[in-house]
C-alpha cells in the first residue's frame, strides 16, 4: 500500500521558530507546499483521471495480498472520519480499529506467521481481535528516536489499521479473502492499487492490473482517488497546522526502550483533531 510520510519534523532542518506561529520554518514551508498542493488537487480533471485509469487497466482479483503483510506493506492510514464509519459499522471502539501509524517494522517470520488463529469467526464483520495478535509486536526505539519525547512518548503522525500478530489486515476473513467492512472500507483500499502523489498518478504492484475495465467503472474509480488525494491533504494540512514541536533527549530515549522492555508503549498520536495519548 502506499502511504505518505506525514512526519513535520525534519533533523537538522536548520530552522528557527517563528515567533508568531511557533513552528519553524521547515514546517512552514510544509504547510504553504501542502495549501498550494490543495488548490490544484481540486481543479484536477476527473475525466483525464479515468481515462489514464481506463488504459491501465484494472479488475480486483480477490486475492487479499494488498491486505496480507507477507506481499509487502500493507499499512492503511486513516483518517479520524474513517475510523469513525468503521466503528459504526462494527461497533468497536477507536484502538480495537486503529493503532498509532508507526513505521512497518514488523516481521512475519518472527511474528510468527503460520499460526493457527484462535479466534473464532462468530460475526461477519468481527475481526480477529486478540490483544497480543493486533498489537504491533516489533517495535524498537532505535528506529523511533526521532520520535520520542523527553517523557519518553512515542509521537506518531496519524492513525492505521490494526493487523494481526502475522501483519495482516484485522479485518481479512482468512479463508475466503472478504473484506468484513467493505462498504465502509477506507478510501486507500477501495482506490487501491491507485494512488496520486504531487499530482501524478500512480500504482502499486497489484495482479488486477492490465485487465478490462469500463469507462464507467473508470470514472468511478477516478471520482473516489480524486476525494482521497483532496481529503489525505486536507488532513494532513489540519495536523500540521495543529502540530507543536517537542525536544529530543536521551533522557526521554531511555525511558522509552525500559517502557518497551516492559511491554508498554506510550504514543502521543497527532492527527488533523489534535492529540491523543493512548498506552499501546
Ligand atoms: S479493510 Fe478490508 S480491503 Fe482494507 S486491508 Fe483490511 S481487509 Fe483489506
Redesign the pocket.
Known sequence: ?YLQDRSPYMENSGSSNDRNSGKTEYQLTLIDALKKEIEIARRLDPEKLAAEIKKTGFSCQNC?K??KRAFGD?R?VLTPQEIEKIQKYTDLSKLEVAGPLIPDISCPEEAGEGEEDRVAENSSIMPEIDEKKTSEPFRTPELLKEDIDPDGNIHAYGWM?RRKKNGD?????KDTNR????PV??M??ST?PFYIEGLKLYTCECEGLGVHISAEESRKLAGSLLSRYVSELEDTLAMYEKYEDFERTEKGHEIAKNNLEKGTCIYIVHDSRGITKIID
Not at 179 to 182: D, N
Open positions: 500500500m487479499g494488498c491486505c500493507n492503511v489499521l489486515c484485522v479485518f481479512l476473513e473484506c468484513r467492512i467493505y472500507r477506507p486507500l483500499c487501491y
